[in-house]
């Protein structure tokens, strides 16, 4: 050990590269050290976005809301936040949207590539767990990525959440963002998964619209994608106020009529069975045709 300390020699592993210069150091742009650029105070930009998506018997359906936010500045009111990523495969994505493009651009090269290599599609656990793995790789660094990956492989319609720490989990509901609370209301009290199409597709645009409504950080318009055996489709965008006032026009009570007069009191002094006769006459003293009988 002292043989090294005195010819300076240091681990490789641990080893990093210097260049001679003042005692203060160069100058370097940022990002150069990782740890002491993420250190320093930077802007504190909200995130805010509404995604969700649900697997049911007819396939997987993806929905979001369009407006990107730049802490309280509407960036883009007609952004994509559901992303394909092979014929079969979706993703939503909430979280920033710069760290959302780069990483779902490297999810599809090696996507593409593994397609290339074993001759078949890849299976949607297995993307999640490709992408969990290189997002778990760059924990602590700051980066804000989570999605919802939907798809349809060997074994059916599938649905995973990835967060950037590399968190992976399946299930059958998700909501992410913002506006998730407000989704996550809709959502339990109207899905089924014996669902026919067109009504996930409402329950969907309902959801979205009222988190749209409720969160300031959501807006825009209401993407509706639906992942089928054949692959994913875009159902529509609607705008999410149409939509809402839409929601909103259900039928009322009926208004109230005019009251039924009263109904006419009986004579206390007839009796249900009573003959109409003349005054002060006993109905017994009548004939058969209303006549009076004779003694």
């Known amino acids: 050990m002292a043989l090294q300390g005195v010819c300076g020699w240091q681990d490789p592993a641990s080893a990093r590269p ?21 250190g320093t105070p930077g802007l504190d930009l909200a995130h805010g976005t509404t995604t969700l998506a649900f697997r049911f018997r007819h396939g997987v359906i993806a929905a979001a809301d369009t407006r990107s936010s730049c802490g309280q500045y509407v960036a883009c009111p007609a952004s994509l936040k559901v992303i ?42 297995g993307a999640a767990r490709l992408l969990a793995g290189m997002l778990h790789r760059y924990q602590g660094l700051d980066l804000c990525v989570a999605t919802v990956l939907c798809g349809w ?56 619209a009222h988190a749209a409504r409720r969160d300031a950080y959501s807006g825009g318009s209401v993407d509706l994608y639906h992942v089928r055996e054949s692959g994913w489709e875009h159902v529509s965008r609607q705008d999410a106020c149409v939509l809402y006032r839409g929601l909103q026009e259900t039928p009322g009570p009926a208004p109230p009529g005019p009251e039924p007069p009263p109904a006419d009191e009986a004579d206390p002094g007839e009796g249900p069975l009573s003959t109409p006769g003349k005054p002060g006459e006993d109905p017994g003293d009548l004939g058969e045709e209303g006549a009076p009988r004779a003694d």
């Not at 979280?95 to 590539?113: N, P």
């Not at 059916?156 to 989704?183: C, E, I, N, Q, R």
């Open 84 to 125: 394909p990523v092979h014929r079969h495969l979706l993703g939503t994505t909430s979280g920033t949207s710069a760290d959302c493009a780069a990483w779902f651009r490297v999810l599809q090269r090696e996507l593409r590539l593994r397609a290339l290599r074993e001759g078949r599609l890849p299976s949607v656990a």
């Open 18 to 38: 210097r260049l001679p210069g003042p005692e203060e150091g160069w100058a370097v742009p940022p990002g150069w050290d990782p740890s002491s650029f993420l």
């Open 153 to 208: 492989d060997r074994s059916g319609p599938a649905l995973f959440y990835v967060y950037s720490d590399g968190t992976l989990l399946p299930g059958t509901v998700f909501s992410v963002g913002s506006g998730s609370p407000y989704a996550y209301g809709v959502l339990d009290r109207g899905y089924r998964y014996d669902m026919e199409p067109h009504e996930a597709y409402a329950l969907a645009r309902q959801a979205v």
